[in-house]
């Protein structure tokens, strides 16, 4: 993956013009941080760019070394989610949820190094269920990890995490970038990342 672009996108909830005229672009390698107000539109542009809301104008593309790409499902294969959605099946284990997400996205890479990244490497044989809201951020960081997608899109990632989970994922975060991907994060708060920013303040 080149670059990720969104030209002119305009949002309408319920009825309501959320944004327009949202433009952004991102190179390989880059960090963009998205800030606003409460309801100003970062989740849904988060959403647009992932292809899970259809943006009312303005279109989003993703360059690729061979092609340019604006259908929203084969966007979708470059895209790695992180949001406050756990998606953590309760009877599973730790290590069970990350080889099911595996299994389920055809990912072949080491599912226990994925843990012990993120520190969940003792927590492996506990149900889901038992969880804390931070260990369930942190197994989604390595379904994150595990994943290897160009573009992440991380929505406050630093909800429910502790000092030592938002170093973690600073951290994660900025090696994504450095090995060539891009990642985008609507925050309430700065995350210590060098990058571009984006600010949205609403229609």
């Known amino acids: ?25 991102a190179d390989t390698g880059e960090f963009v941080s998205i800030e606003g107000p409460n309801g100003a539109g970062k989740t849904s542009l988060l959403r647009m760019i992932a292809g899970f809301l259809k943006p009312q104008a303005g279109d989003v593309r993703i360059q690729s ?28 284990s730790v290590l069970e949820n990350l080889q099911f997400f595996a299994e389920l996205y055809g990912v072949r890479g080491d599912v226990s190094a994925a843990l012990e990244t993120v520190g969940l490497a003792r927590a492996a044989s506990l149900p889901g269920q038992y969880l804390s809201a931070g260990q369930k951020k ?39 970038c450095a090995a060539g991907g891009i990642a985008l994060a609507a925050t309430h708060e700065p995350l210590g990342l060098d990058g571009q920013r984006l600010s949205l303040a609403g229609a």
């Not at 061979?66 to 099946?89: L, M, N, P």
């Not at 290897?148 to 994504?176: C, K, M, N, T, Y």
Request: net charge neutral.
């Open 65 to 92: 070394e061979d092609e340019t790409i604006s259908d929203a499902e084969e966007r979708g294969k470059y895209i790695g989610w992180f949001a406050h959605q756990d998606a953590v099946k309760p009877q599973l």
């Open 138 to 176: 942190r197994l989604a960081l390595a379904r994150l990890v595990l994943a290897g997608r160009p573009l992440w899109l991380l929505d406050e990632p630093f909800a429910a995490l502790d000092v030592a989970g938002r170093a973690l994922a600073v951290s994660l975060i900025a090696e994504h």
């Open 1 to 25: 993956m080149v670059s990720l672009s969104a030209q002119n996108l305009a949002c309408i909830r319920g009825g309501r013009l959320v944004f327009r005229h949202v433009s952004l672009r």
